[in-house]
């Protein structure tokens, strides 16, 4: 099976010796993905586990059992990376996780803090980043407007079909 962290490794030797147990995260980034990829197998206990002592006694435990337990996850996209290298002692990790509510397609895109503790990354904090506005070049076709192809055709019934 593949990792669901999309490392394009298998999850037996990407992030599931990290979730077990038998090795620590190198990096904030591996814990990063490791942390991802026990949300999606509801490994809640490494979850808490890797939650920074110093910072976790404001985690909702069953909050994000149920939210693991009630998602359909689809995705991780790490956006940037600033240190949290294996000589770090700390990091930050950008990503977006998508995924399936009984609301539908979502994501949750975040900064991570990271802290390494006698030689072990800890996740110790977040910032919830809000996606970027759109801004349009040019106003939005309707759907009856007439087709910006030239056609003479109404947008739906011409590029706009399908």
């Known amino acids: 099976m593949q990792c669901p962290c999309q ?3 298998k999850l037996s030797q990407c992030c599931e010796p990290i979730i077990r147990g038998r090795k620590h995260a190198e990096t904030a980034e591996q814990l990063m993905r490791a942390r991802y990829t026990a949300f999606t197998q509801i490994e809640m206990d490494f979850i808490e586990q890797t939650h920074d002592p ?22 991780l996209e790490i ?12 990091g930050t990790v950008e990503f977006k996780a998508t995924y399936a509510t009984e ?17 072990v990354w800890f996740y110790s904090d977040s910032t919830h980043l809000k996606g970027h506005t759109v801004v349009r070049g040019q106003p939005k076709v309707g759907r009856n407007d007439p087709c910006p192809c030239g ?12």
């Open 7 to 9: 490392s394009g490794a």
């Open 54 to 75: 110093q910072t976790s006694r404001d985690v909702d435990m069953k909050g994000n059992r149920e939210w693991a337990q009630t998602t359909t996850w689809e995705g």
């Open 79 to 90: 956006i940037e990376t600033k240190q949290g290298g294996v000589n770090d002692e700390f």
């Open 103 to 119: 609301d539908g397609l979502q994501y949750h895109h975040e900064l991570s803090q990271f802290h390494k503790r006698d030689g």
């Open 151 to 162: 056609s003479g055709k109404k947008y739906k019934k011409c590029c706009g079909a399908g």
